[in-house]
């Protein structure tokens, strides 16, 4: 069975552009959440999807969006690029039932560097 | 937010030694689940847990959800060099969205062959 797969695994932008970032989750998965890695703030949790909904929602700024689609691939956008926004960013799918047993599975992760 | 307390930050041990490390927390946690991170890489999952004073192993990896519900802790025996990496304990809040994990900051790990 395929797992999470995270594209493009490395970016390169500048400030002020916006970056589009995607993941497939481990098939059958339909809640795909996303984090925030960096050396200061560890890991952070953005936001997650389920059944094309946002469940949940982190402390991020507006700049920090996401969708998701019905064969529950999921996109992430920053818009408005700044340096710290330079990071690790990670997706995680799982069945999404919401039990305590949903356990959830990383992808590789994409890094983005903001010049 | 939320917060997880891991300790230690860094370990760097002799081949062979056993490893301990622990999270706590002022919160109450319904899970707690232990990650490995390679560099470059996402966290793999190591050991869930899911209930107050449960004990499971994995390999020479064995973890316990404390009694508390607000602690737990790994243990490696006997470590070998492919031990080295990050270890992030994580969980889910009473109470919090199952889409959302708590992680601690990690304990970097460093095995001398």
């Known amino acids: 069975k395929a797992g999470v797969t995270q594209t493009p695994r490395y970016l390169i932008k500048t400030r002020g552009q916006q970056v589009t970032l995607s993941c497939s989750p481990i098939?059958?998965?339909?809640?795909v959440s996303w984090y925030q890695q960096t050396p200061g703030q560890g890991l952070q949790f953005l936001f997650e999807?389920?059944?094309?909904?946002q469940r949940n929602k982190g402390n991020f700024p507006g700049r920090f969006s996401g969708r998701q689609f019905s064969n529950s691939r999921s996109e992430m956008n920053v818009s408005t690029l700044e340096l710290g926004d330079s990071a690790l960013y990670l997706c995680a799918s799982s069945w999404g039932s919401g039990g305590r047993t949903d356990t959830q599975y990383f992808g590789p992760g994409t890094r983005l560097t903001v010049l | 937010g939320q917060q997880l307390n891991q300790s230690p930050q860094s370990m760097f041990i002799q081949e062979g030694e056993d490893v301990s490390m622990n999270c706590t927390s002022s919160s109450i946690f319904n899970t707690w689940l232990w990650y490995k991170q390679d560099p470059g890489e996402g966290p793999v999952l190591l050991i869930a847990?899911?209930?107050?004073?449960e004990l499971t192993s994995n390999g020479r990896l064995t973890a316990q959800f404390g009694i508390t519900r607000k602690d737990s802790f790994l243990n490696i025996s006997a470590s070998i060099p492919s031990d080295v990496g990050i270890y992030f304990c994580a969980g889910h809040v009473y109470g919090g969205s199952q889409g959302n994990l708590i992680f601690g900051k990690g304990t970097k790990l460093s095995v001398k062959p």
């Open positions: 999807y389920f059944s094309e909904t």
């Open positions: 847990l899911y209930k107050a004073g």
């Open positions: 098939s059958g998965h339909r809640s």
